[in-house]
C-alpha cells in the first residue's frame, strides 16, 4: 500500500474530538495537581468542596471549549474539501506537506472560535446577570490579547494535530484491512476453483496417461522409504540437501530441485520460488502481507508457511486456476548440486 484514502471520519464526526477534548482535559487537570497541589486544595475550598469543584471545571472549562473544538475540526475538514485533499503518500516527505498544509489553519483557528467560546462561557458563567458591558470587556474584547492567545496555542496544536493523525492511522490500519481480507477472498476463491478442476481431472473416464515421475525413494534417520509423489506436500532445499516433507516427515531424495521441475507433473506440482516445489492439494489458501509480498498457507500439520513475490504469485494463481501445464521453468541461475547422504 503506498497511498492513504482520506475518509475524514474524525473530522466529519465532531464527537471525536469532543472526547479528545475532555482527555486533553483531564491531562491538563492532572498535570496541575501534581505540579500545584496546594493553590488546587484552595480552590476546591474556595469552591465549596470537590463536587462544586468539579461541577465549576465542567460549566466554566469544558462546555465552553467544545465550541473551540467544534469549530477546529470543521475548519480542517473544510479545508480537505477546499484544497481537494483525498489522499497521502505512504512516505515521510508526502505526510510532512500533508501536516504542514493545516499549520496556517490551525494557527488563524483562534480568531474564529474565540467569540462564540467567550459567548458560550458568558452565558454559562454569567446567569443570570447579563450586561452588555460585561460580555464586551471580559468575554469578547478583553480576550484578543497576546498572552490568552498563547496560552491557547498548545491545547489547539495538540487537539489539531492529534485529531488529524488519529483520522490519518485510523484511514491507514481501515485500508489495510480491506486489502488483507480481499486478497483472503480472492485466494479462497482461487484454491476452490483449483480443487473443482483438480476433482474434474481425477475423476475423467479416461484420463490420458503420462511419462511425469510418480514414484520416489528417500531416507532419513531411522531408514528408507518409497513413497508416491502424491503424498509429498512440498518439496524443499535446506543446507545443499533436498528434502519432501510428507505427512509421514521430511525425508532426504536423491534429485534437485530442477530436476524435480521438469519430472513432476505441472499440473499438480509448482515452482512457487527458488527452493520450493509446491503440491497443489497441500495448498490450503494465500493472503497479502505487505511490502508486496504474499504468504501461501500449505495443509500441513503445522500449516507451513512461504513468503512468496508478488511477480511469482501472478503464475501461481494462474495455475491454481488450471493453466498448470503453460507454467514457465523457475528462473533459477544458480548452481542446482545436491548432497545426498550415503
Known sequence: MKVIYLTRILLRKPIYSIGLLLCVVLIIEGLSWTIAYNPKLALVARAGGFFPYISALFKNLFLPEICTVVILTTLLDQQHIRLKLSSVGLTLKDISRYELTFLPTILLSYFLFNPATQTARFFLEAFPNYTFSNYWHSYLGGTFTMA?????????????????NVSLI??????????????ENKAQLAVQAAQAALAAQTTAVNPSPNNYLSHLKGKNQH????????????????DRYYYAQLEKGQYLVGKTLNELETELDPS???????DY????????????????????????PDRHEIV???ARMQEFREWLQGNGNNQRPYADSSTDSFILAS
Not at 485510523?170 to 486478497?183: G, H, L
Not at 531408514?223 to 535446506?238: R, S
Open 223 to 238: 531408514g528408507e522409504l518409497d513413497f508416491p509423489v502424491e503424498d509429498v506436500y512440498f518439496f524443499t532445499i535446506e
Open 148 to 164: 490568552i492567545y498563547f496560552r491557547y496555542l498548545i491545547p489547539i496544536f495538540l487537539i489539531g494535530y492529534t485529531t488529524l
Open 170 to 183: 485510523s484511514d491507514y490500519f481501515k485500508q489495510r484491512q480491506e486489502a488483507q481480507e480481499a486478497a
Open 268 to 274: 499438480r506440482f509448482f515452482r512457487i520460488k527458488r
Open 308 to 310: 512468496v513475490p508478488r
Open 277 to 300: 516445489i509446491v503440491n497443489r492439494q497441500s495448498v490450503l489458501n494465500y493472503a497479502y502481507w505487505e511490502n508486496g509480498k504474499y504468504i501461501v498457507r500449505l495443509n500441513t
